[in-house]
């Protein structure tokens, strides 16, 4: 036991460069929505247009995630993490020339998501450094990098109006370069690490033909997807809801992050100690809980604020849980193929909501029934993690 839990040295500091490149990339692939006021006044753009702006590099982002945790498996951490800093630059300085165009900002949107696929790449690599009694603290920490939405939102409104659009993209391309140096020249791969040697596409279908991979997708479209619904549209919905300037919205989607942040460490300590069932149980149905009150659009401060608020904790939670729970089902040779799944699923769980959300404001001038959609979805969701992982899981 004590052997089984031992924490190899160095654990600690790939674990903290993991998720500052986590949360760095991850402001990166929310610089849009922070900025859909801006857009949307400079644009002339309805709310349906808006939503699928902010949407639109979640798609590729979630849907990135897939190879990239194959590619994992295949190059390690240290090369993916450094490849997802490079590579985002890109994109980056695309969106901050591409202000003046709807159609522009839409393709370098796209192209940004690529900045949301470091989560598929962090997760098997923290996970290659923990033993398995450590391995919900480890993915809990890790996650808490997705805090990255967190500072873009409270940021980059700011950073735009006292630098220019252009200029701020031109300092989130050089913290992302020097991100990359970092990376490549601190962050090793565990020692047992052994790259995999299996051809891409058997090992991808070997991983889809798992029950655990769909089951854990399902969790995770809803807890993490959850997440990115709210930190990626929050300050559109904010915006039309209640009246907020840009920056007021920005600064009360930075705190919704920043609980969601908090609480999934917390989610994945949770994990450890009191399994990942219960803690994903409470997600589910307290999310639940929080997007019915939301529903009736309550006054803004204290009922609202603090609705959101402990929905972002409720989404956090549940987020840690998810992943505990991979790491407690899944061969850790396969956890890579599966984290990219999983985490295709969530963004994916992230895509849909924002657009839904634009279209049944513009028909209808309220958000209660996307709420009351998210509250239904939240709940059958917990009901089948209470039947489908009731009994204890049985050993690899």
């Known amino acids: 036991m004590g052997a089984a839990a031992t924490v190899q040295r160095g654990a600690g500091r790939n674990l903290a460069l993991a998720t500052a490149a986590f949360a760095l990339t991850f402001w990166a692939w929310n610089l849009i929505g922070p900025l859909s006021k801006t857009y949307a006044d400079d644009l002339d753009l309805n709310p349906t247009q808006t939503s699928v702006l902010v949407a639109f590099p979640v798609l590729v982002g979630a849907v990135g995630r897939i190879p990239a945790g194959i590619l994992t498996d295949r190059f390690g951490g240290r090369t993916m993490l450094t490849a997802a800093c490079f590579v985002s630059i890109v994109p980056v ?8 165009s ?30 398995p009694a450590r391995r919900g603290f480890a993915t809990g920490v890790f996650g ?14 700011r950073l735009v109006d006292g630098m220019g ?18 990376c490549w020249g601190f962050v090793r791969n565990a020692p047992q690490w052994e790259p995999s040697t299996e051809p891409a596409l058997p090992r991808l279908k070997a991983v889809m033909r798992l029950k655990v991979t769909w089951q854990m997708s399902l969790l995770y479209a809803v807890a993490f997807g959850g997440f990115v619904a709210f930190s990626t549209y929050l300050p559109t919905m904010l915006v039309s809801a209640y009246d907020l300037a840009q920056t007021d919205a920005g600064l009360r989607t930075a705190g919704f992050s ?18 990942p069932l219960k803690v994903c149980l409470t997600s589910f149905f307290g999310a639940a809980a929080m997007a019915v009150i939301l529903s009736f659009q309550p006054p803004l401060e204290v009922p609202a604020g603090m609705a959101f608020v402990v929905m972002a904790l409720f989404l956090g939670l549940g987020t840690g849980g998810v992943f505990a729970l991979v ?24 895509y849909f909501p924002p657009l839904v959300m634009g279209a049944v404001y513009q028909a209808t001038g309220s958000y209660a029934i996307g709420l009351l959609l998210l509250a239904v979805t939240a709940l059958l969701v917990g ?3 209470l039947k489908a992982f009731r009994t204890p899981a049985v050993p690899a």
């Open 93 to 100: 300085f695309l969106v901050g020339l591409s202000g003046s």
């Open 102 to 131: 709807y159609a522009a900002l839409l393709a370098s949107g796209f192209l940004l998501g690529l900045a949301g696929t470091s989560f598929a790449v962090g997760i098997p690599f923290v996970n290659a450094w923990y033993p």
């Open 144 to 157: 808490a990098g997705m805090g990255g939405t967190a500072l873009s939102a409270f940021l980059t409104p």
């Open 165 to 182: 659009l252009l200029p701020t993209h031109l300092v989130m391309c050089a913290a992302l370069a020097a991100m990359g140096l970092v």
């Open 258 to 275: 920043l609980a969601a942040v908090i609480a999934r460490p917390a989610g994945g300590i949770l994990s450890d100690r009191v399994g």
């Open 327 to 350: 790491a407690e089902k899944v061969e850790p040779a396969r956890v890579g193929g599966v984290t990219g799944i999983v985490g295709a699923a969530g963004g994916l769980g992230g």
């Open 383 to 385: 009901v089948f993690t």
